[in-house]
């Protein structure tokens, strides 16, 4: 599936799935965010949109995104508009400790952390798709799917030191991003997903093991993100392999 393709499924999705979803805003006249109906939890599953990682290190797609991730179960954080995600909300939401060595965690599939008073697992999965889906994530584990913080984090190996280097993101809604504990991107404001929205200023991946965190946060609506590396010439990355370990 090539770059026309992924932007046409994305924007055919957002019509459709948007019609419903996102109608389940407040003030929306579908159904509200205390709707029952969105929390049956019968048959809920992720199996359409992940499958579990395996030890053997992947490959980005033919676009250069990246599919393998630990997803941590979302972390609620009430707020009924995306409006508020301004810079200066979003370093203070990020900033604020969660859970322990949330900076530095490099967690296994099923470990735990502990937030508040709720034991959150993480996930090591395989997005079927070049967008990773948090919304379908949080629904299909009978999770809080609406007023969240969703964590993520990846290991990026690459074959050679390489210089000049950008992160390349989308979200929905607002986002964080660090390459090797170094802040690489930030993505504010009430946003849809978009490939390559914001785009980091020049990184180096390190020869070997490079950790990407990132953090999204989301009032009503849809979750998803999507990330990619670009060389100096603004082409994917595609010949570095990724892991959870």
């Known amino acids: 599936m090539n770059i026309k393709q992924k932007t046409f499924l994305l924007a ?3 019509l459709f799935l948007g019609v419903s979803l996102l ?3 407040p003030g929306g006249d579908g159904r509200q965010m205390d709707d029952p109906a969105l929390y049956d939890t019968t048959g809920r599953s992720i199996a359409e949109y992940f499958a579990p990682a395996t030890k053997e290190k992947m490959t980005p797609d033919a676009d250069g995104f990246i599919q393998r991730w630990l997803l941590l179960e979302p972390i609620n954080k009430p707020n009924r508009s995306n409006t508020v995600f301004t810079d200066s909300y979003l370093r203070k939401a990020f900033d604020t400790l969660y859970f322990p060595n949330q900076f530095t965690i490099l967690p296994k599939d099923g470990e735990k952390v502990k937030v508040g008073d709720n034991d959150l ?4 999965l395989d997005s079927k798709l070049f967008n990773v889906k948090l919304f379908r994530f949080a629904y ?3 999770k809080p799917i609406y007023g ?3 964590w993520a984090v990846t290991v990026v190996n690459s074959p050679e030191e390489m210089e000049n280097v950008r992160m390349a993101v989308g979200s929905n809604s607002a986002s964080m991003w660090w390459l090797n504990g170094d ?7 009430d946003r849809r997903m978009v490939m390559d929205d914001c785009v980091s200023p020049r990184l180096t ?3 070997g093991k490079n950790v990407i965190r990132g953090v999204v946060i989301n009032g009503p609506g849809m979750s998803d993100f999507c990330v990619r590396f670009l060389d100096e010439k603004g082409e994917p990355i595609k010949n570095i392999t990724i892991s959870c370990e």
């Not at 697992?121 to 090591?124: D, E, I, L, R, V």
């Not at 802040?183 to 404001?189: H, K, M, R, Y």
């Open 148 to 150: 969240v913080i969703f």
């Open 140 to 142: 299909g584990l009978n």
């Open 183 to 189: 802040e690489a991107v930030l993505l504010s404001g």
């Open 12 to 14: 055919l999705s957002s």
């Open 121 to 124: 697992a993480w996930h090591a």
């Open 205 to 207: 991946l390190h020869k």
């Open 23 to 25: 109608q389940a805003q």
